[in-house]
């Protein structure tokens, strides 16, 4: 960034975690500001954080659908849903992710359910059995990876499955790159017909053993996106303190989407933990406003990421 630019942005610097960070908006790669919506997407519980981190994640099912309500209502128009057990500990049970989609479709009409097929925790036999109940989208992870204490095994026989049975149930998949080989990994898949020419992408950067969140990495995971996936729709996730400053620079190229949620931060500043999920979409909102974009209706959510409305 130029000094003239710094300057004139001098009134902008907010705390991020640790470091001092410039939001800015910038024009897309190719030259041009994005004008159309974007889609908040909320993390509501994930596989990590347990009610000792915060006690403001939503474990059980009924606290899962008011958490979500919630965040529905302070903008964010996509779900993406794990499930718990009653320890906490990650959950497979098709029944429960069955439940908390039956609550959302009640209290948050057309909002998008996206289920996770993570395997943080969980048996890889059974991280497709929840899409029998067929909801909007689900996370397909298309390689394995380092993760603070496991790997995260995706072997390609694995996505190969997921791929398949999403497709045999309708669900469109959000392809979660951890790595710039997962890219070529959904190019695979759309080339063996398992996916069709424009997937969701998103680049998920923080976590600790696995791809840094880095500007500039960024842009070298977009070039090759749009090289070889470029009908693909993207956002990027930032990991913990990485979650505004990450939400920045995708919006400041252009990107479909964001994320947020106490799956991925359960912090609001550095010494504060964040009352709920509502919370951070409203942070998430007003970094859509900041960068002279609106949030996208429910209607406009499904349209963008290729979904019936």
């Given amino acids: 960034m130029s000094r003239r630019v710094r300057e004139d942005l001098a009134n902008s610097i907010l705390l991020c975690g640790e470091a001092e960070t410039v939001f800015f908006d910038l024009p897309r790669k190719d030259g041009t500001m994005s004008v159309n919506p974007v889609v ?12 000792t981190d915060n006690p403001a994640v939503p474990v059980t099912i009924a606290e899962q659908i008011e958490s979500t309500h919630r965040a529905f209502e ?15 500990s990650p959950s497979s049970d098709p029944d429960k992710f069955a439940a908390v989609q039956e609550g959302l479709r009640r209290h948050c009409p057309g909002m998008i359910v996206q289920f996770s097929t993570g395997g943080r925790g969980r048996d890889p036999a059974a991280r497709g059995l929840s899409l029998k109940h067929r909801p909007d989208m689900a996370s397909l992870s298309t390689g394995s990876v380092n993760f603070p204490s496991i790997v995260y095994e995706n072997p390609a026989s694995l996505v190969t499955a997921l791929a398949s049975q999403m497709k045999e149930y309708g669900v469109r998949p959000e392809i979660e790159i951890f790595d710039l080989s997962h890219l070529h990994g959904a190019r695979r898949l759309v080339e063996a017909g398992l996916m069709d020419a424009r997937p969701h992408v998103q680049f998920v950067m923080g976590v600790q053993n696995a791809m840094p969140a880095d500007e500039h990495l960024l842009d070298i995971l977009l070039g090759e996106m ?11 996730a930032g990991i913990g303190r990485n979650q505004a400053v990450v939400m920045e620079w995708a919006l400041a190229r252009g990107a479909d989407a964001v994320r947020t949620g106490l799956e991925d931060n359960i912090r609001i500043t550095k010494d504060r933990l964040a009352a709920s999920n509502a919370e951070l979409v409203g942070r998430a909102v007003d970094a859509v406003t900041r960068h002279g974009r609106r949030v996208a209706s429910p209607a406009e959510a499904r349209t963008a990421l290729g979904l019936a409305t």
């Fill in 226 to 236: 749009r090289r070889i996936l470029p009908e693909a729709t993207w956002t990027a």
């Fill in 74 to 88: 302070a903008g964010a128009t996509l779900a993406h849903i794990h499930v718990r057990n009653d320890d906490e």
């Fill in 40 to 51: 908040v997407a909320v993390a509501i519980t994930g596989s990590v954080p347990r009610k």
